[in-house]
């Protein structure tokens, strides 16, 4: 009985010692496995930040808005 729960505890602590590393986040050097996402630049787009019109891109970390450089620089 003691054998089987031994081994049952050490099949558990390593399925939670893969669990913890795939939470840590990637490291610099470690690639993603994803290419990078390409920036783009679109005139007359409005910015989600001044809310004006200028040539703007892809906002970083939310794909859906659009940013212009200035508000880039002041963040």
Do not use: F, N, Y
Not at 1 to 15: G, L, P, T, Y
Not at 46 to 69: A, D, L, Q, Y
């Amino acid at each position: 009985m003691e054998d089987c729960a031994a081994r049952i505890a050490e099949r558990d602590a390593s399925v939670q010692a893969v669990l913890a590393a795939r939470r840590l986040p990637p490291q610099a050097s470690e690639p993603t496995g994803r290419p990078p996402e390409p920036v783009v630049w679109r005139c007359s787009q409005r910015c989600w930040c001044c809310e004006e019109r200028h040539t703007c891109r892809t906002g970083p970390g939310s794909p859906s808005g659009w940013v212009c450089k200035t508000c880039l620089e002041t963040e």
